[in-house]
């Protein structure tokens, strides 16, 4: 069975930069597309960005665009997502997960119930 975890959240002041890493566990999960979302206080969890099953695809919400870049090295299992110019809106918990399906294709897809499995996530929190 896989599980996710997350890792390398923390507080940082606005303009900061952060980098989040997500491990893959008891199987192996080369073949499906990722994806990192975040849920802010009192908001509605949303997607951050996606990549397909070899990172030839990727996604991102129209919020963290140009700030932030989702990247995965499929010989450690890990997928990571690199953090720049973050804002106080960027705060939040960040989870990792992995589609379960349309294995081996390029599409990305940005719904919470296109994925079937979670990570506990991690909490950011940028300070104004």
């Known amino acids: 069975q896989a599980q996710l975890e997350e890792s390398g959240g923390g507080s940082v002041q606005a303009g900061g930069s952060l980098r989040l890493s997500c491990a893959i566990t008891?199987?192996?999960?080369?073949?499906?597309?990722m994806g990192w979302f975040r849920q802010g206080p009192g908001k509605e969890r949303e997607f951050v960005a996606g990549i397909s099953y070899n990172g030839g695809n990727t996604e991102y919400g129209d919020s963290v665009k140009g700030r932030f870049t989702i990247s995965r090295d499929n010989s450690r299992s890990t997928v990571a997502l690199q953090m720049e110019s973050l804002k106080p809106e960027d705060t939040g918990v960040y989870y990792c997960a992995s589609t379960g399906r349309n294995r081996w294709r390029q599409l990305i897809v940005t719904g919470t119930d296109d994925y079937t499995l979670w990570g506990p996530g991690t909490q950011v929190t940028v300070s104004s």
């Open positions: 008891g199987r192996n999960l080369n073949s499906y597309g």
